[in-house]
């Protein structure tokens, strides 16, 4: 049998790279996550293949002095502000806030499989230009938990990952 970890209980699993106030972060069915870094995709040709291909070159984008991303129509890369541990026994999903989606944004992300452990990074597709604040809550991180452990654990390329060293 499954069930969905409550928001309270996500934050335990939980740690900031920077200390915000993270009390509005705890939702009932899941926990908000902010944005720390953003990122643009180079617009050179990526190609994938059939084996593990290199990841996009992104270049670090600076926030104004008041601390807004400008970003217009296109995709990003952000980093989380939250490094997030997923028990051996569950998976995480991550869907986009609705006030994104009432807008025109939008947040991309994969699974997060049993035992992964880092600093996510997802994308934010911009469907029209979009002024966005570090720290802004962005998406809501839903964690279901099975009875029984899943017999493989996460041990990719990104376990650990902290930081824009792994992008």
């Given at each position: 049998?499954t ?5 309270d ?17 705890s939702?009932p069915a899941?926990?908000d ?9 180079s617009?050179s040709v ?6 593990k ?6 270049q670090?984008m ?10 217009g129509?296109g ?6 502000n ?5 028990p ?13 989606l ?10 997060f499989d049993p035992g992964?452990?880092?600093?996510p990074?997802?994308?934010?597709v ?15 991180l839903i964690l279901f ?12 390329r990104?376990?650990g990952e ?5 992008l």
């Amino acid at each position: 049998m499954t069930h969905i970890l409550s928001g309270d209980e996500i934050s335990k699993l939980v740690k900031q790279v920077e200390n915000l106030d993270s009390s509005q972060q705890s939702q009932p069915a899941g926990f908000d996550v902010t944005v720390s870094k953003v990122y643009s995709y180079s617009n050179s040709v990526h190609t994938i293949g059939v084996s593990k291909t290199e990841n996009s070159i992104l270049q670090e984008m600076t926030p104004s002095p008041d601390d807004y991303f400008d970003l217009g129509v296109g995709a990003f890369m952000l980093e989380l502000n939250e490094i997030t541990t997923i028990p051996k026994d569950a998976i995480g999903i991550l869907l986009p806030r609705s006030t994104l989606l009432r807008n025109g944004i939008d947040v991309r992300t994969a699974l997060f499989d049993p035992g992964y452990s880092g600093q996510p990074k997802v994308m934010l597709v911009c469907h029209r230009p979009l002024r966005l604040q570090r720290f802004s809550r962005i998406g809501q991180l839903i964690l279901f938990r099975s009875d029984t452990d899943f017999p493989k654990q996460y041990n990719g390329r990104y376990q650990g990952e902290r930081g824009s060293g792994n992008l």
